[in-house]
């Protein structure tokens, strides 16, 4: 099956940086697009960055956007969260996610009921 691995979580001081990893294998590798998305204690997951998968186009929202970076090693079937100028806002588990078909819209790439597959989630803790 599908599956999703994450590595690069941790602790992190305000204004640090943090590199998020995500691996993905399975039977096909056909992927129209992977993102990041976060969920905070008490709170609902919301989305933190898209890149589709062979033109490179990247989606940000706001509260990151200028910060974190999105990017993928074709050869590597791997997908990078670079995390710049962490606040503890940021804290949080961060959750890598891939979408195998369709052709979804920016909107939707924005939605984690678009996403076919997760990983298991990985903490972030930025102290102030």
């Known amino acids: 099956q599908v599956q999703l691995v994450e590595s690069g979580g941790g602790l992190a001081q305000a204004g640090g940086s943090l590199r998020l990893s995500c691996v993905v294998s399975?039977?096909?590798?056909?992927?129209?697009?992977m993102g990041w998305f976060r969920q905070a204690s008490g709170k609902e997951r919301e989305f933190v960055a898209a890149?589709?998968?062979?033109?490179?186009?990247?989606y940000y929202a706001d509260s990151v956007k200028g910060r974190f970076t999105i990017s993928r090693d074709n050869a590597k079937n791997t997908v990078y969260l670079q995390m710049n100028s962490l606040k503890p806002e940021d804290t949080a588990v961060y959750y890598c996610?891939?979408?195998?078909?369709?052709?979804?819209?920016?909107?939707?790439?924005?939605?984690?009921?678009?996403?076919?597959?997760w990983g298991q989630g990985t903490q972030v803790t930025v102290s102030s």
């Open positions: 996610a891939a979408v195998q078909g369709g052709s979804p819209s920016y909107t939707d790439l924005r939605t984690s009921r678009t996403y076919d597959y």
């Open positions: 399975g039977r096909t590798f056909s992927w129209y697009a």
């Open positions: 890149i589709r998968w062979n033109a490179g186009s990247t």
